[in-house]
T-cell receptor, first 113, second 113 residues
Framework: NAGVMQNPRHLVRRRGQEARLRCSPM?????VYWYRQLPEEGLKFMVYLQKENIIDESGMPKERFSAEFPKEGPSILRIQQVVRGDSAAYFCASSPDGYNEQFFGPGTRLTVL | DQQVKQNSPSLSVQEGRISILNCDYTNSMFDYFLWYKKYPAEGPTFLIS?????DKNEDGRFTVFLNKSAKHLSLHIVPSQPGDSAVYFC????????????FGTGTRLQVTL
């Protein structure tokens, strides 16, 4: 039973480029969450999605960031026109319906040059 | 506004002894709590959880205690093993609804020989 998959594991972008982070939830999980961890900090919630729906995006920056979880395929976190402050580890988690426990992927480490 | 706090950034414990990691929260609406362990360059791994209807939950070497009146929880690891060396995060949520986790800033546990 494969866990939560994230790719790429490492992503380097220059300022102004776009970053696309992908997340495939565990089999049978219908809830996907994205978190960001800045250096020396805890994980901060960004967005919660179910298939084709954004349920809670209260942690998403108002500009440049977007997320989707289409009917088919992985969830995508998209960051447009990246800046150095976007450098962080981005973690995706999934959970089955009705459960509080979330299971995390290995993360994508984004470095903006 | 840090709603979940882990005031000890690091803890060192000898192998075989008890490790006690502490967590405080300020939002009295939280009623479900989780502990995660995180190794460098990996995603958080779920360890143990507790609902506010309980004051203790055990799973093998791990026990979580909840003191609702003090808004305090703790994770006990007995006996501590070198493989337990990692960063431990507590997180808070609301029962019965899949939603965002609010994380503390983490405590780095080192188990020495």
């Amino acid at each position: 039973n494969a866990g939560v998959m994230q790719n790429p594991r490492h992503l380097v972008r220059r300022r102004g480029q776009e970053a696309r982070l992908r997340c495939s939830p565990m089999k049978g999980h219908s809830h996907v969450y994205w978190y960001r961890q800045l250096p020396e900090e805890g994980l901060k919630f960004m967005v919660y999605l179910q298939k084709e729906n954004i349920i809670d995006e209260s942690g998403m920056p108002k500009e440049r960031f977007s997320a989707e979880f289409p009917k088919e395929g992985p969830s995508i976190l998209r960051i447009q026109q990246v800046v150095r402050g976007d450098s962080a580890a981005y973690f995706c988690a999934s959970s089955p319906d009705g459960y509080n426990e979330q299971f995390f992927g290995p993360g994508t480490r984004l470095t903006v040059l | 506004d840090q709603q979940v706090k882990q005031n000890s950034p690091s803890l060192s414990v000898q192998e075989g002894r008890i490790s006690i990691l502490n967590c405080d929260y300020t939002n009295s609406m939280f009623d479900y709590f989780l502990w995660y362990k995180k190794y460098p360059a990996e995603g958080p791994t779920f360890l143990i959880s507790i609902s506010s209807i309980k004051d203790k939950n055990e799973d093998g070497r791990f026990t979580v205690f909840l003191n609702k009146s003090a808004k305090h929880l703790s994770l006990h690891i007995v006996p501590s093993q070198p493989g337990d060396s990692a960063v431990y995060f507590c997180a808070a949520d609301f029962t019965g609804t899949a939603s965002k986790l609010t994380f503390g800033t983490g405590t780095r546990l080192q188990v020495t020989l």
